[in-house]
């Protein structure tokens, strides 16, 4: 069976700090990978999606950056947290064809100071 | 106005009652999800549907592609269900745009 990974859980960082966060998949091949926000008190927001390793696609402009290493590999990163990359971050992954359901991630709750 | 809406934002009930969660697009879409997501933020896909009606134990989702609405059903509710429902449209190449969250509560 499929799993997904992500970690840390939770993370505190100041204001200017670099970030990394990681996001594997178990159990499949080629996924399509997913990078999702969801900032308090408002919906979840698409922010990079890949079909294959090192294809990456940016849905908003913002200070952040997705980079896909291995096939079921995903990261998300900064090089200077901003206040307003607070949020609740989730990676998913859905089967690379068709019209597929999409399975998420527990989540990491990030907090900048 | 957001390009997926849902109503009501909040839904409070009594145990047993019958519970509708509606949710209006104006892009169009290949198809519609369903997610529930628990008070600890963890996300579970409950549906996805491109016509018709699918049922999965208590939970019934619906859409009308002509009139760009989907409901999401809850028979017999219970204290557990309690969560935030979210509808998501995709509209093409699986990028999801999502409503902004029914949360329900179930009272016992």
């Known amino acids: 069976s499929q799993t997904i990974h992500q970690w840390p859980a939770t993370l505190v960082q100041p204001v200017g700090s670099p970030l990394s966060l990681e996001c594997t998949v178990e159990?499949?091949?080629?996924?399509?990978l997913y990078w999702y926000r969801q900032a308090a008190g408002r919906g979840l927001q698409l922010l990079f999606y890949?079909?294959?390793?090192?294809?990456i696609s940016s849905e908003v402009p913002q200070n952040l950056s997705a980079s896909r290493p291995q096939d079921r590999q995903f990261i998300l990163s900064s090089k200077k947290l901003l206040l307003s990359d607070s949020g609740f971050y989730l990676c998913?992954?859905?089967?690379?064809?068709?019209?597929?359901?999409?399975?998420f991630g527990p989540g990491t709750r990030l907090l900048v100071l | 106005k957001n390009e997926v809406e849902q109503s009501p934002q909040n839904l409070t009930a009594q145990e047993g009652e019958f519970i509708t969660i509606n949710c209006s697009y104006s892009?169009?879409?290949?198809?519609l999800h369903w997610l529930q997501q628990h008070p600890g933020g963890g996300i579970v896909s409950l549906f996805m549907?491109?016509?018709g009606k699918k049922k999965h134990g208590r939970l019934i989702a619906t859409i009308n592609i002509q009139e760009k609405h989907s409901s999401l059903h809850i028979t017999a509710s219970h204290p557990r269900d309690s969560a935030v429902y979210i509808c998501?449209?995709?509209?093409?190449?699986?990028?999801?745009?999502f409503g902004q969250g029914t949360r329900l509560t179930i009272n016992p």
């Open positions: 998913a992954w859905s089967v690379a064809w068709g019209i597929e359901t999409q399975y």
């Open positions: 159990g499949t091949s080629n996924p399509n």
């Open positions: 890949s079909v294959g390793i090192g294809q």
């Open positions: 892009v169009g879409i290949s198809a």
């Open positions: 549907l491109s016509s």
């Open positions: 998501a449209a995709d509209g093409g190449a699986q990028k999801l745009v």
